[in-house]
């Protein structure tokens, strides 16, 4: 599913002024975990790229389970969306190697042991009000 020029635009917004995203996996048994992650952007028209920094538990989600959903809010009021896909972890090859350079150039305290791609699969309008909770 390509990501909408909205959603991309809630995104890069969201990553300006609250920098920090929220990220949800769940465990095979149902298990949910959600982490605040940092090195988060949209990638390509289809995907969400993630660094894994410390991803314990949310790379043991992935591994035996592997969805992830990510929600955006605009810079100022409430609209917001959630996208939700398939992932793929890697530790190797140029687009992991690119990710691993940029977080490093921020600070050598980022280990950036793998990225997590997200293959988005469908989104919804999670903005208060009566379309929240519908996908588009």
């Known amino acids: 599913m390509a990501i909408s020029e909205s959603a991309k635009a809630l995104f890069d917004q969201h990553s300006k002024s609250h920098r920090i995203f929220s990220l949800a996996t ?3 048994s149902g298990v949910p975990n959600v982490v605040p ?3 988060l952007w949209v990638a390509n028209d289809d995907e969400i ?3 894994d920094n ?3 538990k949310t790379l043991a989600n992935i591994k035996e389970n592997p969805v992830a959903a990510v ?3 605009a810079a100022e009021g409430p609209e917001c969306v959630q996208l939700k896909g398939k992932c793929v972890y890697e530790t190797s090859g140029k687009d992991y190697e690119g990710a691993r350079d940029m977080a490093r150039a921020k600070s050598d305290k980022y280990p950036a042991k793998g990225l997590l791609k997200i293959k988005v699969s469908c989104a919804f309008d999670t ?3 009566p379309n ?3 996908k588009i």
């Open 26 to 28: 769940a465990s095979k």
């Open 54 to 56: 410390f991803l314990n």
């Open 127 to 129: 903005t208060p009000g």
């Open 71 to 73: 929600y955006a809010q």
């Open 49 to 51: 790229w993630v660094v």
């Open 132 to 134: 929240a909770g519908k």
């Open 37 to 39: 992650i940092g090195f």
